[in-house]
C-alpha cells in the first residue's frame, strides 16, 4: 500500500523557521519527483515545490510565493522528503500536502494527508 | 501561470444524475489535465490523468474529455459516496496550477 505520511507541523511565530517531513512507503521512491502542495484556509491549492529523481538530477523547482525561502531535499535511504521552510510568513498557514509524481508519466497520483502549519503570534 | 478556471464552485444533485464539471485553461494545455476527488477528512485521490486516462481502481462512472484548453468530468450516474470536492490540476508547464475546486453534495 502506498503510503505518504506528513509531520512537523504545528503553530510557529512570523519570522521563525519550521521543518516538514514526508515519510513514505509501499513504492519505489527513487522512481518518484515528489512535491509539496498547500492550501490557505478557504483557499484553493498552490503547488509549492518539487525535488526531481537522482536520474533528473534532483533538480528542485519552487513556487514564486515560497521561492528563496523554502528549501525542498529528500533522503532517498529513508525515503523521506522534506520542506524546510523558512522566514515563514502568516501568508503561509494552512495544509501542506506531500504529493509524488512518477518521473516517466509526469502524473501527480498519490497525496499525503496533509500536515498543518498555522503562523501567528 | 496558467489559470484554472473550474465551474461551478457548487453543486447539488440527486442519486443517479448525470454531473458535469469544467475546466478552462488559460492558454493551451494539450491534455496535460488531471482531476482529483477529495472526500472530508481525506487526502485527495486522482480519478482521471491526462484528459481522459481512469486511474487504476477508479469506477467506471468517472470520466474525462477535453483537449486544448476545455476540459469536462463527468460522473455518469451520480452515487452517495461521489460527495466530495473534485478539483483540476494542470501539469503542461510549472508552476503546476489547480481549478479552485467543486463541492459535489446530494440534493
Known amino acids: 500500500e502506498v503510503k505518504l505520511e506528513e509531520s512537523g507541523g504545528g503553530l510557529v511565530q512570523p519570522g521563525m523557521s519550521v521543518k516538514l517531513s514526508c515519510t513514505t512507503s509501499?513504492?519505489?521512491?527513487?522512481?518518484?519527483?515528489m512535491e509539496w502542495v498547500r492550501q490557505a484556509p478557504g483557499k484553493g491549492l498552490e503547488w509549492v515545490a518539487e525535488?526531481?529523481?537522482?536520474?533528473?538530477?534532483?533538480?528542485?523547482y519552487y513556487g514564486k510565493s515560497v521561492k528563496g525561502r523554502f528549501t525542498i531535499s529528500r533522503d532517498d535511504s529513508k525515503s523521506i522528503v522534506y520542506l524546510q521552510m523558512n522566514s515563514i510568513r502568516s501568508e503561509d498557514t494552512g495544509i501542506y500536502y506531500c504529493?509524488?509524481?512518477?518521473?516517466?508519466?509526469?502524473?501527480?497520483?498519490?497525496w499525503g494527508q496533509g500536515a498543518s502549519v498555522t503562523v501567528s503570534s | 501561470d496558467i489559470q484554472m478556471t473550474q465551474s461551478p464552485s457548487f453543486l447539488s444533485a440527486s442519486v443517479g444524475d448525470r454531473v458535469t464539471i469544467n475546466c478552462k485553461a488559460s492558454q493551451n494545455i494539450n491534455r496535460y489535465l488531471n482531476w482529483y476527488q477529495q472526500k472530508l477528512g481525506e487526502a485527495p485521490k486522482l480519478l482521471i490523468y491526462?484528459?481522459?486516462s481512469l486511474q487504476t481502481g477508479i469506477p467506471s462512472r468517472f470520466s474525462g474529455s477535453g483537449s486544448g484548453t476545455d476540459f469536462t468530468l463527468t460522473i455518469s450516474s451520480l452515487q452517495p459516496e461521489d460527495v466530495a470536492t473534485y478539483f483540476c490540476?494542470?501539469?503542461?508547464?510549472?508552476?503546476?496550477?489547480f481549478g479552485a475546486g467543486t463541492k459535489l453534495e446530494l440534493k
Open positions: 490540476l494542470q501539469h503542461n508547464s510549472w508552476p503546476r496550477t
Open positions: 525535488i526531481r529523481n537522482k536520474a533528473n538530477n534532483y533538480a528542485t
Open positions: 504529493t509524488r509524481t512518477h518521473s516517466s508519466y509526469n502524473v501527480m497520483d498519490a
Open positions: 491526462n484528459a481522459n
Open positions: 509501499g513504492f519505489t521512491f527513487s522512481d518518484y519527483w
